[in-house]
T-cell receptor, first 111, second 114 residues
Framework: AQSVTQLGSHVSVSEGALVLLRCNYS??????LFWYVQYPNQGLQLLLK??????LVKGINGFEAEFKKSETSFHLTKPSAHMSDAAEYFC?????????FGGGTRVLVKP | DAMVIQNPRYQVTQFGKPVTLSCSQT?????MYWYQQKSSQAPKLLFH???????NEADTPDNFQSRRPNTSFCFLDIRSPGLGDAAMYLC?????????????FGPGTRLLVL
């Protein structure tokens, strides 16, 4: 069975500071990993995904994530936070015909 | 732009009064999903259609049903909404039913039950 754990349900960062959102997964097969962002009262939008092509994955809006098999992690980073990054972020693992989501991390960006 | 569309964006219904939520897609994807998302929680998969093949999740209550009359449209029917069914309902699509496939989400319908 697959599972995803996101450390920290809330993260507060200053505008211009590094954004780091943590995601650890458990999977019995090579995983396919996703990061989605959800703005208030909106659906989920794909930021990036890992499908074994490269361990460092670049996504939209300046985000990237690194797949580390030894640590079973897929942490999301952005070098410099912008006010528009305030949202909820979900890490997910694809398995079979479904996505298994982590609990989400809400990001607050302080001016 | 190709997209996933959900109508209405906000729906108010009364306790026990049947309600239908609508989803359409212009991506021509084979798979359509319905998720329930309660406040500050991750989306929870209710069921999905692979083409015309309906796949229910084991823990989805019987109160929730779905119809997919054609490739483009999918409906979520809640036969007798309870207060606990108030949530955001998300429709998503994917090209195929594979682990690496991206799911594309609509904007959601927020359901309020009075």
């Amino acid at each position: 069975a697959q599972s995803v754990t996101q450390l920290g349900s809330h993260v507060s960062v200053s505008e211009g500071a590094l954004v780091l959102l943590r995601c650890n997964y458990s999977s019995s097969v090579p995983p396919y990993l996703f990061w989605y962002v959800q703005y208030p009262n909106q659906g989920l939008q794909l930021l990036l995904k890992y499908t074994s092509a490269a361990t460092l994955v670049k996504g939209i809006n300046g985000f990237e994530a690194e797949f580390k098999k030894s640590e079973t992690s897929f942490h999301l980073t952005k070098p410099s936070a912008h006010m528009s990054d305030a949202a909820e972020y979900f890490c997910a693992v694809g398995a079979g015909n479904k996505l298994t989501f982590g609990g989400g991390t809400r990001v607050l960006v302080k001016p | 732009d190709a997209m996933v569309i959900q109508n209405p964006r906000y729906q108010v219904t009364q306790f026990g009064k049947p309600v239908t939520l609508s989803c359409s897609q212009t991506l021509n994807h084979n798979v359509m999903y319905w998720y329930q998302q309660k406040s500050s929680q991750a989306p929870k998969l209710l069921f999905h259609y692979y083409d015309k093949d309906f796949n229910n999740e084991a823990d989805t209550p019987d109160n929730f049903q779905s119809r997919r009359p054609n490739t483009s449209f999918c409906f979520l029917d809640i036969r007798s909404p309870g207060l606990g069914d108030a949530a955001m309902y998300l429709c998503a699509t994917s090209r195929d039913r594979l682990a690496q496939e991206t799911q594309y989400f609509g904007p959601g319908t927020r359901l309020l039950v009075l």
